[in-house]
C-alpha cells in the first residue's frame, strides 16, 4: 500500500521558515515525480513544487520561486520542501502527491495535478 504522509505545517509570522517533509512508503521511489500542492480556502488547488526523483530535476511556481525549496533524501524515501520568506498568501493546505514516471515532473504536472497517490496534507498558515 503506497502511504504518503505529510508534515511541518503550523503557524508562522510572516517572514519566517517553515520546512514540510513528505514520506513516501509502499512505491519504488526512484520511479516517482513528487509534487507539492497547495489549496487555500475558497480557491482552486494550485502546484507548487515538484521534484524528478531520479535525477532531482526540479520545478518551481513563479509565485514562490527563489523563496521555496524542494528537496529530496532517496535513502530516507523522503521529499523536503523548505519555505522561506512566507507571506500571508502562502496559508493553505499542503499535499504531496507521487505520480510516474518521474520524468512528468515540470510545469504541467504542476498545472495538471497528480494522478496517482495524495497524502493527507498539512496546514501552514501565516500570519501578518
Known amino acids: 500500500e503506497v502511504q504518503l504522509v505529510e508534515s511541518g505545517g503550523g503557524l508562522v509570522q510572516a517572514g519566517g521558515s517553515l520546512r514540510l517533509s513528505c514520506a513516501a512508503s509502499g512505491l519504488t521511489f526512484d520511479d516517482y515525480a513528487i509534487g507539492w500542492f497547495r489549496q487555500a480556502p475558497g480557491k482552486e488547488r494550485e502546484g507548487v513544487s515538484c521534484i524528478n526523483s531520479s535525477d532531482r530535476t526540479t520545478y518551481y511556481t513563479d509565485s514562490v520561486k527563489g523563496r521555496f525549496t524542494i528537496s529530496s533524501d532517496n535513502a530516507k524515501n523522503t521529499v523536503y520542501l523548505q519555505m522561506n520568506s512566507l507571506k500571508p498568501e502562502d496559508t493553505a493546505v499542503y499535499y504531496c502527491?507521487?505520480?510516474?514516471?518521474?520524468?512528468?515532473?515540470?510545469?504541467?504536472?504542476?498545472?495538471?495535478?497528480?494522478?496517482?497517490?495524495w497524502g493527507q496534507g498539512t496546514q501552514v498558515k501565516v500570519s501578518s
Open positions: 502527491a507521487a505520480d510516474r514516471p518521474a520524468e512528468v515532473c515540470g510545469p504541467w504536472y504542476l498545472s495538471n495535478g497528480p494522478n496517482d497517490y
